[in-house]
C-alpha cells in the first residue's frame, strides 16, 4: 500500500478527523453569530448626492446681461468646480466643524485625556466617512454611525458647509469689488462738488450767464473771455463726471443686488435621509466567513499533522 500523500489518504484523514472538525467548526459559527449579534456595533449609513452649480449665473453680468457674448451658460458647474467641491469636503476646516457641533468626541467615547485624541477621532471619522466624484460626474457624501439621526445629520451638515465654504471665496471677491466701487463713488462725488463750486465762484466773479440754445447746446456769456473758456471746460469735465459717477453708482446697485442672491452653489439631487434599517454588520456574511475559514484552516491543520506522522513513522 503507498503511504505517499494523496487524494485517497487525504480523503482517509478528513474521514477520521471528521467529528472534532464538525465540532469546531460549528463552534466557531456560534461564537461569531453571538459575537455579531451582541458585540459587534450596527452602522447605518446616510448618504447625500449633489452637483456644484455654476456661480457665474449670480454674477452681476449674467442677472444684468451686461458683458453677455451670446454663447449657451451652463446652469452645473464644469470638473474644476466638482473637483474643488471634493477638495472642500475632505478638508480640515470641515471635519474640525463637525467634530466640534456634533460632540464627535464624547460620542465615540473617546477620552480626552489620552495622548493624540485629536487624531483618534479624525481617523474614527475618517474610517467611517467617504466623498467621490461618481461615474455621472456628481459628488456623493456618505457616512457609516452607529446613531442613524446623527449620521444623516452630519452629512447634510457637511454639504451645507461645503455650499458655504465653496461660496466664501467668491463673495469675498464680490464683496471687495463692491466696496471699492463704494469708495470710487464717494471720490467721484466730491469732484463733481468741487466742480459745483468752482463753477460759482467763476459765475458769481465774473457773472457769467448759462442759458440754453434751440437745439438744447448750452450757451455760457461773459464778460470776461478767458474766464468764459474756463467755465465751458469745467462745465465739461463735470458732465463726465456726473456720468462716470451714474455709472458707477449703477454697478454698485446691480452688485448689491447680486450679493444679496446668495443662491446655493450646490444642486442636491439627494438630501441624507434617516436609516430604518442597520447596513452594516451583516451577519450571514460573518457567519458564513467564519465557518469557512476554521473549516479551511481545521482542514490544512488536519492534513499537516497527519503528513507530519508519516514522516515521522517512515523515519
Partial sequence: MNDDFNLVGSIRVLLKW????????????????????????????????????????????????????????????????????????????????????????????????????????MKKLEKNFKVIKTEQEAVEISLYDTDPKIASAVVNAIVEKVDELNKQQINESKTNLYNLIAGQILEQQQKVEDFVDTLSFLSSKYNIRVSSGADGSVIVNGTDFKAVQQYKALLDKQENALKELNNRSNIKEQMAIALKSNSSSLFIVEKAFTADRREKPVRWIVVTVTMMVTLFSLLIGVLFIEQIGNIKRQL
Avoid: C
Fill in 18 to 121: 471528521w467529528k472534532p472538525i464538525s465540532i469546531i467548526t460549528l463552534l466557531a459559527s456560534f461564537i461569531a453569530a453571538f459575537f455579531s449579534l451582541f458585540v459587534m456595533d450596527e452602522y447605518y449609513y446616510s448618504w447625500s448626492t449633489f452637483y456644484p452649480t455654476n456661480q457665474y449665473l449670480n454674477d452681476r453680468a449674467m442677472i444684468f446681461n451686461t458683458e453677455s457674448s451670446g454663447a449657451q451658460v451652463e446652469y452645473f458647474g464644469n470638473k474644476g468646480d466638482v473637483n474643488r467641491t471634493l477638495t472642500i469636503a475632505r478638508s480640515a476646516p470641515v471635519m474640525d466643524y463637525i467634530i466640534d457641533s456634533f460632540k464627535l468626541v464624547e460620542h465615540y467615547k473617546i477620552d480626552r485625556s489620552e495622548k493624540y485624541w485629536k487624531t483618534k477621532v
